[in-house]
């Protein structure tokens, strides 16, 4: 049998922030990558507005978070407003209960070409990296062992083949490798065509950190604070205009003036046109080429989860196959990524969906009041679906998940102390891999010795959550500080619970600490899971 020679171990097509994640998660856990990028510049145009404390939470265990958190802003809330000045809607911004720094902020306001440059820079910095700039993916074959990625160089035209283990398309709607792999995408395209402006601010005026959303049957707008000093606004055009009829600023201007803005204000940097898009790829995977990001779905941008949806795919993606390529995980594994993340996908394209009807005043009364209605007899309490912390719907998982189940939710991040004393964020003190966590209590004690050793093979650490007023009673115990982590522990009953790498809840006491399998998931599964997923929030 002849020896396989790989190139790298997994090809990253598309480096904006879904591709960028990928690559980080991948060299930063020992994974050689081989990026490619058609264009040689970060595209300039800012098209994702926001991201929230997942996402910075994700981009703390790349090691980045600092960076990024100098290069953002915290955002104030959100806020729906009809032109006549009254409140349709308001979602206040709670503090993040993930772990954020400073004031723990939910939301961040951004500017997308200087968060992306910071994220290029701290991939620069990544043993086992390459990146190809100017590179056309052209073809994309694969076989039982690998992928070939054959690439042009746009400039000379010259092609080179790059042999990997594995693929991931994060090259866009438009993607290159999707259609090369022959993955259909399905749904809709609004016939609206909507002119982003973005502006360099002169001067502040009242509110400006508020994010608004003017709502309007005819002309509803965004309103949005982006970070370094830049400001969006959103503006549908209506029925019988075109981008022909605004050639320069001075055509955008009095779309400007129409909402109180001047030239006192603000400067127009650029605008752009663009339309709204609900659609899916049917699969996100063939074989070893994987789908991320906008190549394997699009939504509308109202809930601002677009670019952020695409950066969890990869990071999910991303640290399976690291394990995988590291020997650490089997094969099976790649089985669970369009479980897990086709029905996040789809619970932010549903709220974004219904949350455009809300702008475009096309929702009822009532479904307005749903939107903001407490569910009665809720073991979780109660948050807006946009600020609610994340939870996995299916997947790697054992047991039930839901209202009443710790099992698929996102673990807390609270201050802790070590046994030593050294106090810091939950992560930064966790052992990195799989962990049980006990209840002021030993995690091994609840185990089998299969179930032990099913998870030592896992590469498992083993802690204790202490509280604040109690010893420490091992060198691996934790004290919880702030109450974050006991009191949420009890509130399901649980003694001892099972983490993954990415901090999801996969086990718990109450329903079995056996290892979960990753079998392959149904097709019914997978797309049942945006219902599963609304009931855990």
Not at 127 to 149: M, P, W, Y
């Amino acid at each position: 049998m002849t020896e396989q020679h790989y190139d790298a171990d997994v090809a990253v097509v598309g480096y904006g922030p879904t591709g960028l994640t990928a690559a980080l998660t991948l060299a930063g856990r020992g994974a050689r990558v081989a990026a490619f990028e058609r264009g040689k510049d970060i595209y300039a145009r800012a098209r994702a507005v926001t991201i929230n404390d997942w996402t910075m939470r994700i981009l703390q265990d790349l090691g980045v978070d600092d960076r990024v958190d100098r290069v953002i802003e915290p955002q104030r809330a959100l806020r729906w407003m009809t032109y006549a000045g009254q409140e349709v809607m308001r979602v206040e911004h709670p503090p993040s209960t993930l772990g954020t720094r400073g004031s723990r902020p939910r939301f961040y306001n951004i500017y997308q070409p200087v968060l992306e440059a910071e994220l290029r820079a701290c991939a620069e910095e990544l043993d086992g990296l390459q990146v190809h700039f100017g590179a056309e993916v052209v073809a994309v074959d694969q076989d039982a062992d690998g992928v070939t990625i054959t690439a042009r160089d746009q400039v000379t035209g010259e092609q080179t083949m790059t042999r990997a283990r594995y693929a991931i398309g994060a090259d866009g709607g438009s993607s290159a490798v999707r259609k090369l792999i022959d993955i259909p995408m399905t749904g809709d395209t609004n016939d609206t065509l909507w002119i982003v402006i973005d502006c360099r601010v002169k001067r502040w005026w009242p509110d400006r950190d508020f994010l608004t959303f003017w709502t309007d049957s005819e002309r509803p707008v965004v309103d949005i604070a982006l970070s370094a000093g830049n400001h969006r606004w959103e503006i549908p055009l209506k029925p019988g205009e075109s981008e022909q009829d605004f050639p320069s600023d001075a055509e955008v201007w009095p779309l400007l003036a129409a909402l109180g803005v001047t030239a006192a204000d603000v400067s127009i940097h650029q605008y752009a046109f663009y339309r709204h898009h609900v659609r899916m790829a049917d699969s996100f995977r063939r074989g070893r080429v994987f789908l991320a990001g906008d190549a394997a779905h699009l939504m509308p941008p109202w809930a601002g989860a677009g670019m952020q949806t695409g950066m969890r795919d990869a990071y999910d993606l991303g640290w399976k196959l690291a394990g995988i390529v590291r020997g650490e995980l089997s094969e099976d594994w790649l089985d669970t990524y369009e479980a897990e993340r086709r029905p996040s996908a789809e619970f932010y394209t549903g709220i974004a969906v219904a949350l455009g009807r809300v702008i475009k005043q096309e929702a009822s009364e009532a479904e307005i009041a749903a939107m903001n209605t407490v569910p009665e007899n809720l073991v979780t309490p109660w948050e807006p679906p946009l600020n609610a912390p994340p939870a996995l719907a299916a997947g790697w998982l054992r047991g039930e998940v839901g209202d009443a189940s710790i099992v698929g939710r996102y673990l807390p991040q609270p201050l802790v102390a070590s046994a030593i004393g050294r106090i810091d964020r939950l992560d930064a003190l966790l052992p990195k891999g799989f962990v049980l966590l006990g209840n002021d209590f030993d995690p091994e004690m609840a185990l089998t010795p299969a179930e032990k050793a099913d998870w030592d093979a896992l590469g498992a650490s083993y802690a204790a959550i202490r509280p604040r007023a109690a010893y420490t009673r091992s060198s691996t115990d934790l004290v919880d500080l702030e109450d974050g982590l006991l009191p949420w522990f009890d509130r399901y009953g649980v003694r001892v619970i099972a983490i993954r790498p990415d901090k999801f809840v996969a086990a718990a006491d109450t329903s079995g600490l056996a290892v979960p399998k990753s079998d392959e998931p149904t097709e019914e599964s997978i797309h049942s899971g945006m219902a599963a997923e609304e009931g855990n929030r």
